[in-house]
């Protein structure tokens, strides 16, 4: 009993240590003076309306991060839907391997990445938009392959039998029967592949160019000269959208499902 009530002790402080930065972030917004104070004096929306008036972060945030995302998100599900394919229904040489690489998002931490890439386009030049979208591309994969396995796991394989049996060959089996079984999970994957690519800055910090600043690295240039609650309304803003993917996710695929595998 003892040990029981321990546990639900350590699960509250865990959920308070996690949730209380955005907490704090999202009150501090409201604030209306320049200084971040928690709680706030009082209730106001001037910082988001100076968020939306500052062509920085609207540009950031429309032109570049929004707009990179929604094509992070794409080009990582026609990748990963043909890999997570082959690793849930083939056994082949080297299947493991490839199971390890694509299954494992945090063997090398994004900031390695990061360099690595910056390294690599120092050599050989590529856009600036190009250089973010193969860098989210890279962290983003291995997250959308082990949601869209873990979709593939729970589907029944004998339906595409079943297809095959009646006469479709593989390709239409696989775009008539397989797509629409996991449709949901693609799309969490792509969904997934779209929250990584928003918020991400350990990357993109190594790969933004002058006019492709994303809104993390944005936030992070204005933390180097300023402080005001203008920050705390763009956290407020992402964590929200963020709130809003994880719903949908949880809604189509189950969090719980892909987490697990």
């Known amino acids: 009993m003892m ?3 321990l546990h639900r002790l350590y699960l509250v402080l865990m959920f308070v240590f996690l949730l209380a930065p955005v907490v704090v972030a999202v009150f501090t917004s409201f604030n209306p003076t320049r200084l971040n104070l928690f709680p706030p004096k009082g209730f106001s929306l001037l910082w988001y309306r100076e968020f939306l008036q500052a062509e920085n972060f609207t540009h950031a945030f429309v032109a570049v991060s929004l707009k990179l995302a929604v094509i992070v998100a794409v080009i990582t599900g026609l990748l990963g839907l043909p890999v997570a394919y082959a690793l849930s229904r083939y056994r082949f040489a080297g299947r493991t391997l490839l199971q390890t ?6 063997m090398v931490p994004q900031m390695v990445v990061g360099i690595a890439l910056l390294l690599f386009f120092a050599r050989y030049t590529f856009a600036d938009e190009l250089r973010i979208i193969i860098g989210h591309t890279l962290i983003a994969l291995p997250i959308a392959v082990r949601a869209i396995t873990a979709s593939l796991e729970g589907s029944d394989p004998q339906l595409e039998e079943a297809a095959k049996s009646l ?15 996991i449709g ?3 799309l969490a994957a792509m969904l997934f592949a779209f ?4 918020t991400d800055v350990n990357v993109a910090l190594f790969l933004t160019g002058p006019r492709t600043t994303t809104l993390p690295v944005e936030v992070f240039a ?10 705390a309304a763009v956290a407020a803003v ?3 959208m963020i709130l809003l993917v994880a719903l949908v996710i949880n809604r189509l695929a189950g969090l719980e499902a892909i987490l697990k595998y």
């Open 195 to 198: 929250t990584l690519s928003f």
């Open 3 to 5: 040990l029981r009530g």
């Open 222 to 231: 204005y933390l180097r000269w300023e402080s005001t609650p203008v920050i």
């Open 167 to 181: 006469g479709a060959n593989p390709l239409q089996t696989f775009a008539r029967v397989t797509v629409p079984l």
């Open 238 to 240: 992402q964590v929200g």
């Open 101 to 106: 690489m694509f299954l494992s998002p945090m």
């Open 184 to 186: 949901s999970g693609l």
